[in-house]
């Protein structure tokens, strides 16, 4: 019995990689998401320059009257991204950028800042038109960095598009009213479709589509902790040659952000922490290894 299930799994394998073979040879062929991102921000720089901000109606429009360019305006942002070894561009005009009242300190949300946004999501058909696909009257919590809780995370191109771009409002709700922010940060994130729903698309957006995201950004969370390990999880990923990376220190192929014991020790990260701040990464109880924490020192088991 068993011998015949092996046969049986084998040839419905066979089948299954025969059907996926495009010219008979049981060969895939794989998208060229490389090409798509040339083509993508060729499309983007043709809308980009064949639209402008309409600032009576805070929407954009056609040009018909020789109006400024989005490409042209000051106030449309240019950010070059590597993600997956493929460069993309991600366009952000930035209509307003917020108070941040009443912390003016607290800053800009970073790539991975959990975010509380209202937004608007458009397609772009053409060079000329685009259209509306989803629009909410609620802002809502999202992570923008992939989150191992179930939280809802957006797609991948919102990192970009609110980071170091957009500050949070002030929270003027009256007791038992409904939410309400004022001051925010306001403006439109121009994604490419690698940065989006890439080539398999969603619902009724096709692959390979370009998108717009009207967005409000009303307040954020600096220094997400998304294990809850008390390392904010900026401080669990790197930029090396400008290329996205997570740190995965014990190389079990869990990322740090997501692994409640950092270096596998089989002490928990939050743990580690025997000055008892709240912070692991300022404990150094290794002489030889100075420079290294105690929760990404797997020679030391430090508990506080």
């Known amino acids: 019995m068993i011998k015949f299930k092996h046969v049986f799994y084998a040839i419905t394998l066979g089948v299954i990689l025969y059907s996926c073979g495009s010219d008979g040879n049981n060969s895939v062929t794989p998208f060229d998401h490389e090409a798509q991102a040339v083509i993508d921000n060729d499309s983007l720089v043709k809308f980009l320059d064949n639209h402008y901000y309409d600032t009576t109606i805070d929407s954009i429009k056609l040009i018909t009257n020789g109006e400024t360019s989005l490409l042209n305006d000051s106030k449309l942002k240019t950010i070059e991204v590597n993600e997956n070894d493929i460069d993309y561009k991600v366009y952000v005009y930035i209509g307003e950028e917020g108070s941040n009242s009443p912390s003016p300190d607290k800053g800009?949300?970073?790539?991975?800042?959990?975010?509380?946004?209202?937004?608007?999501?458009?397609?772009?058909?053409?060079?000329?038109?685009?259209?509306?696909?989803?629009t909410g009257s609620e802002a809502r919590w999202w992570n923008i960095y992939p989150s191992p809780t179930g939280a809802r995370s957006t797609i991948s191109g919102w990192k970009y598009g609110f980071a170091d771009n957009f500050k949070g409002g002030y929270n003027n709700t009256s007791p038992g009213g409904k939410i309400n922010y004022i001051n925010g940060g306001k403006g439109i994130m121009f994604l490419p479709s690698g940065?989006?729903?890439?080539?398999?698309?969603s619902g009724s957006i096709p692959g390979n589509t370009n998108l717009i995201f009207y967005v409000e950004l009303w307040d954020?969370?600096?220094?997400?902790?998304?294990?809850?390990?008390?390392?904010?999880?900026?401080?669990?990923?790197?930029?090396?040659?400008?290329?996205?990376?997570?740190?995965?220190?014990?190389?079990?192929?869990?990322?740090d952000y997501i692994d409640s014991d950092d270096d596998g020790d089989?002490?928990?990260?939050?743990?580690?922490?025997?000055?008892?701040?709240?912070?692991?990464?300022?404990?150094?109880?290794?002489?030889n290894k100075p420079t290294v924490p105690d929760y990404l020192n797997r020679d030391v088991r430090v508990k506080s």
Do not use: C, M
């Open 195 to 201: 940065l989006g729903y890439r080539n398999g698309g």
């Open 266 to 287: 089989g002490v928990l990260t939050k743990d580690e922490d025997r000055n008892k701040d709240g912070d692991p990464r300022n404990d150094f109880n290794d002489p």
């Open 108 to 134: 800009f949300p970073t790539i991975v800042d959990s975010v509380y946004t209202k937004y608007q999501l458009w397609k772009i058909d053409d060079y000329k038109t685009f259209s509306l696909q989803e």
């Open 220 to 255: 954020f969370v600096p220094n997400t902790d998304h294990d809850n390990d008390n390392v904010p999880t900026f401080s669990e990923i790197e930029f090396v040659n400008g290329k996205l990376s997570n740190l995965d220190t014990d190389g079990n192929r869990v990322a």
